[in-house]
């Protein structure tokens, strides 16, 4: 999961910088690899749900997964089906982290990148990727603790 999530990002970054969102790439990649951010959801969500193995790191990853099956949230279709399901993949795993695994200082870090980048939002090119990247940084972070110890 955390190699699906450096690769991807990695990559969308050195190709086209810093987007105003993760869920931007899948507009910015040319049509034939538009299959590479639902592959991307799913390719974090599904190790997630796997490894994590509670009901909030569950819903975590199926909103996740939701994110990557409704890609492309321009369109009124799938528009409120990706929103919904970032939402729940954010809030589930900070709830997952701090009631399941009890790693509330990753909460803390979490809620005070996502204030800062709020914030100072103007002068921030691509708050929302820096506060989608803190997000899933913050859910590798607590799965890996968890898994050693």
């Known amino acids: 999961m955390l190699v699906v999530f450096i690769s991807y990002v990695s990559w969308i970054w050195a190709r086209y910088g810093v987007l105003k969102s993760i ?14 951010f639902t592959f991307f959801c799913w390719g974090f969500s599904l190790p997630a749900i796997i490894v994590g193995s509670t009901g909030l790191i569950f819903l975590a990853g199926s909103g996740i997964g939701f994110v990557g099956a409704a890609a492309a949230f321009q369109e009124d279709m799938t528009h409120e089906v990706h929103m919904i399901g970032a ?12 009631l399941n695994f009890g790693l509330w200082p990753i909460n803390i870090a979490f809620i005070s990148v996502s204030l800062f980048l709020l ?14 990247i803190a997000a899933f940084l913050s859910i590798c972070i607590a799965l890996g603790i968890q898994t050693i110890f």
């Open 23 to 36: 869920s931007q790439s899948y507009y910015e990649l040319p049509k034939n690899l538009q299959f590479l």
């Open 87 to 98: 939402g729940t993949g954010v809030t589930a795993s900070q709830l997952a982290i701090f």
């Open 119 to 132: 914030l100072f939002r103007k002068k921030i090119r691509g708050w929302i990727w820096w506060i989608e």
